[in-house]
């Protein structure tokens, strides 16, 4: 079965560093989706690419976030510099078209000290 | 008002019961929702679409009632494994197909 990657599963890094995840959708998906979810809360969209373009990073801090989907396969995610409160787990995701089901690759869990 | 809203729980019911969550929504000119299932620190997983004419698959039953603006999804004969916590997914008002998860609804199925 078909299954979104996402490097690293977990990071650790102190505050005022990069980092940096990266994201490979389903084979033949269009759409990416880049969110972030905090502990009991629903995932929260950052980012989404049609292709290699952005169509929506309303959500993106962009002082310190930036994404990007160079050839329209797979995609990364920066930030720099980090900060505390972006602890988090960063979830990437594809559908084969806007507005379809997504599915999920299983995270990167970032912790900012 | 929020985009979704759905109940945060946790519903604590024993193995064999049967449990129902609603979750409301807000732009009347959705078409598309979804239910997600998240096991605690893992992605979530879609766990079923939701059409006009309801969707049922297996134990799991899923209702969309666009007078009220909420679906529901019911789960019969709980198993101890259903234990997560189910989002709900909704599109954003505005258009251009942004889909909006809510914060989901916990479901503690005990012996």
């Known amino acids: 079965e078909a299954e979104v990657a996402q490097s690293p599963r977990y990071k650790i890094t102190e505050k005022s560093q990069a980092v940096a995840f990266w994201c490979d959708p389903i084979?033949?998906?269009?759409?990416l989706y880049w969110y972030r979810q905090i502990l009991g809360q629903g995932p929260e969209l950052l980012v989404q690419?049609?292709?290699?373009?952005?169509?929506?990073d309303s959500q993106l801090p962009k002082d310190r976030f930036s994404a990007e989907r160079l050839k329209g396969v797979d995609s990364t995610l920066k930030i720099q510099p980090a900060e505390l409160g972006d602890s988090a787990m960063y979830l990437c995701?594809?559908?084969?078209?806007?507005?379809?089901?997504?599915?999920f690759g299983p995270g990167t869990r970032l912790t900012v000290l | 008002r929020k985009e979704v809203e759905q109940d945060p729980g946790p519903f604590n019911v024993p193995e064999g019961a049967t449990v129902a969550f609603n979750c409301t929504y807000s732009?009347?000119?959705?078409?598309?929702f979804f239910w997600y299932r998240q096991d605690c620190r893992k992605e979530p997983k879609l766990l079923m679409s939701?059409?006009?004419s309801g969707n049922e698959d297996g134990r799991f039953t899923a209702q969309l009632n666009r007078a009220s603006q909420y679906i529901s999804l019911l789960i019969r004969d709980s198993k101890l494994s259903d234990s997560a916590t189910y989002l709900c997914?909704?599109?954003?008002?505005?258009?251009?197909?942004?889909?909006?998860f809510g914060a989901g609804t916990r479901l503690a199925v005990h012996p």
């Open positions: 939701v059409y006009s």
């Open positions: 084979s033949g998906h269009a759409t």
């Open positions: 732009n009347s000119a959705s078409q598309s």
């Open positions: 995701a594809s559908s084969s078209h806007r507005g379809n089901e997504q599915f």
């Open positions: 690419f049609q292709d290699e373009s952005v169509v929506d």
């Open positions: 997914v909704a599109p954003l008002s505005g258009g251009y197909n942004k889909l909006i």
